[in-house]
T-cell receptor, first 115, second 115 residues
Framework: AQKITQTQPGMFVQEKEAVTLDCTYD???????LFWYKQPSSGEMIFLIY??????QNATEGRYSLNFQKARKSANLVISASQLGDSAMYFC????????????FGKGTRLSVIA | GAGVSQSPRYKVTKRGQDVALRCDPI?????LYWYRQALGQGPEFLTY????????KSGLPNDRFSAERPEGSISTLTIQRTEQRDSAMYRC?????????????FGPGTRLTVT
């Protein structure tokens, strides 16, 4: 079984600053994928970034990067140069790489960007 | 291109009535997933399909819940004899599948309210 833990219910960040959203995970699968999704107040779920457990480099997508520390079982999301539009719920999720199994989500972190 | 669509977007029903929630995945996507999301929580897995075959229904809360995807495309989640505790956002997602860790694309969800 997999488990995702997001310990920060809410975070504040000043516009243009960087922010790190924490995510730790637990799994017995040898190969797995880690995902981050953004959910703005409109309710949609927007895929942000993916990290494979065997990827040698940390994933990056524009202003988003994933700080993957396999030994610590952490997959923190870093948002650089925060914008007001980044205010949203952020969910960390994972699933094994075998098969098309569903995602297991954390409880989420609400990020508020302050002008 | 068209994303995942769900209908209805909002459904209010009286306790004891049956409801059917529809999901139309992205064309060509093999895998289709149903999740339920309570307010302030991450999505929780209900069931998923590869093509028309239901792979896992272990997340369905009880036997009032059922799902089908008869032609490997559109899926219907049916809740019989609805109860107030069934009120939630029901989300559908699809992915390319093929055993690789492709991201899942989420639909806008159906907000179900049981009165």
């Amino acid at each position: 079984a997999q488990k995702i833990t997001q310990t920060q219910p809410g975070m504040f960040v000043q516009e243009k600053e960087a922010v790190t959203l924490d995510c730790t995970y637990d799994t017995s699968d040898p190969s797995y994928g880690l995902f981050w999704y953004k959910q703005p107040s409109s309710g949609e779920m927007i895929f942000l970034i993916y990290q494979g457990s065997y990827d040698q480099q940390n994933a990056t997508e524009g202003r988003y990067s994933l700080n993957f520390q396999k030994a610590r079982k952490s997959a923190n999301l870093v948002i650089s140069a925060s914008q007001l539009g980044d205010s949203a719920m952020y969910f960390c999720a994972m699933r094994p790489n075998s098969g098309n199994t569903p995602l297991v989500f954390g409880k989420g972190t609400r990020l508020s960007v302050i002008a | 291109g068209a994303g995942v669509s769900q209908s209805p977007r909002y459904k209010v029903t009286k306790r004891g009535q049956d409801v059917a929630l529809r999901c139309d995945p992205i064309s060509g996507h093999v895998s289709l997933y149903w999740y339920r999301q309570a307010l302030g929580q991450g999505p929780e897995f209900l069931t998923y399909f590869n093509y028309e075959a239901q792979q896992d229904k272990s997340g369905l809360p009880n036997d009032r819940f059922s799902a089908e995807r008869p032609e490997g495309s559109i899926s219907t989640l049916t809740i019989q004899r609805t109860e107030q505790r069934d009120s939630a956002m029901y989300r559908c997602a699809s992915s390319l599948g093929g055993g690789l860790p492709y991201e899942q694309y989420f639909g806008p969800g159906t907000r179900l309210t049981v009165t």
